[in-house]
């Protein structure tokens, strides 16, 4: 079975700093890697995936995460976040070669302030 | 393109009223899944099905059933609906198959739903 923690249900941060999220992952077998967002009163979209290759991926918004299978995470990280950023960030995993059941964290809220 | 389109947006039922909440994905997608989501507990995954016909529970499967007849509908049917069961429901798609490498999940917009 795999399981995720975010170990910080709230992370504030001021607007054009950089932010780390924190996802740690437990499974016996390999494993995809994801990152959702969820902005308010809507549905959680892909962020970002790790699924094999290069460990370090990167989304269109400037988000980055890295793989470390020795450390078993997943952090998301962000050089210089926007107001526009605010939102709630789920981690999840999958066990690969099996059906795509996703396994989520608990979830971090960003709170970009001015 | 519609995606994954979950009805009714919100709703409020009484203790013991049964209800289906209802998922329709236009993707051709094997996989769908319900997952609810409460505060400090992220999403947690109810029942999944990996095609027409074919079902299964996930971590919180007590007090939902659904079925899965056709490969664009997969309702979850509440059968006697209590207080723990307010919360945010998401219906959630994919391609499925071992191996599959694009593994992203389409989400609805989520039912919001209280029982009093």
């Known amino acids: 079975a795999q399981s995720v923690t975010q170990l910080d249900s709230q992370v504030p941060v001021f607007e054009e700093a950089p932010v780390e999220l924190r996802c740690n992952y437990s499974?016996?077998?390999?494993?995809?890697l994801f990152w959702y967002v969820q902005y308010p009163n809507q549905g959680l979209q892909l962020l970002l995936k790790y699924l094999s290759g290069s460990t370090l991926v990167e989304s269109i918004n400037g988000f980055e995460a890295e793989f470390n299978k020795s450390q078993t995470s997943f952090h998301l990280r962000k050089p210089s976040v926007h107001i526009s950023d605010t939102a709630e960030y789920f981690c999840?995993?999958?066990?690969?070669?099996?059906?795509?059941?996703?396994?989520f964290g608990t979830g971090t809220l960003l709170a970009v302030q001015p | 393109n519609a995606g994954v389109t979950q009805t009714p947006k919100f709703q409020v039922l009484k203790t013991g009223q049964s209800m289906t909440l209802q998922c329709a994905q236009d993707m051709n997608h094997e996989y769908m899944s319900w997952y609810r989501q409460d505060p400090g507990m992220g999403l947690r995954l109810i029942h999944y099905?990996?095609?027409?016909?074919?079902?299964d529970q996930g971590e919180v499967p007590n007090g939902y059933n659904v079925s899965r007849s056709t490969t664009e509908d997969f309702p979850l049917r509440l059968l006697s609906a209590a207080p723990s069961q307010t919360s945010v429901y998401f219906c959630?798609?994919?391609?499925?198959?071992?191996?599959?490498?694009?593994?992203?999940?389409?989400f609805g917009q989520g039912t919001r739903l209280t029982v009093v």
């Open positions: 959630a798609s994919s391609y499925s198959g071992v191996g599959a490498r694009n593994t992203e999940a389409f």
């Open positions: 999840a995993v999958s066990a690969r070669g099996a059906t795509n059941k996703l396994i």
């Open positions: 499974s016996s077998v390999s494993v995809y």
């Open positions: 099905s990996v095609g027409a016909g074919i079902t």
